[in-house]
């Protein structure tokens, strides 16, 4: 059974850091490019950040410079680290093996003062 489960969200004011993880688990992780996303409420789901199988990654225009993905493999887990946080980051941020229709359920980051 395929689970995707995303931990580490939480209330930070702006300026802040937060890292978010994703356990992956019930398939060959290695194999598969990983995403995280995020949706505000009343907009639409946006990529984050991408990382391929080999490490490369790739980011939306708005958290370029400030975000940072990275995957390790023997724990079969993704991270997105979060700098310079800002309130428009706020949102519920979800992983994805890209391709698929695995996605996990979801944490709420809220960056308010």
């Known amino acids: 059974q395929v689970q995707l489960v995303e931990s580490g969200g939480g209330l930070v004011q702006p300026g802040g850091s937060l890292r978010l993880s994703c356990a992956a688990s019930?398939?060959?992780?290695?194999?598969?490019?990983m995403g995280w996303y995020r949706q505000a409420p009343g907009k639409e789901r946006e990529l984050v950040a991408v990382i391929s199988s080999g490490g490369s990654t790739r980011y939306g225009d708005s958290v370029k410079g400030r975000f940072t993905m990275s995957r390790d493999n023997a724990k079969n887990t993704v991270y997105l680290q979060m700098n310079s946080l800002e309130p428009e980051d706020t949102a519920v941020y979800y992983c994805?093996?890209?391709?698929?229709?695995?996605w996990g359920q979801g944490t709420q980051v809220t960056v308010s003062s």
């Open positions: 019930g398939f060959t992780f290695r194999n598969f490019a």
């Open positions: 994805n093996a890209v391709g698929t229709r695995y």
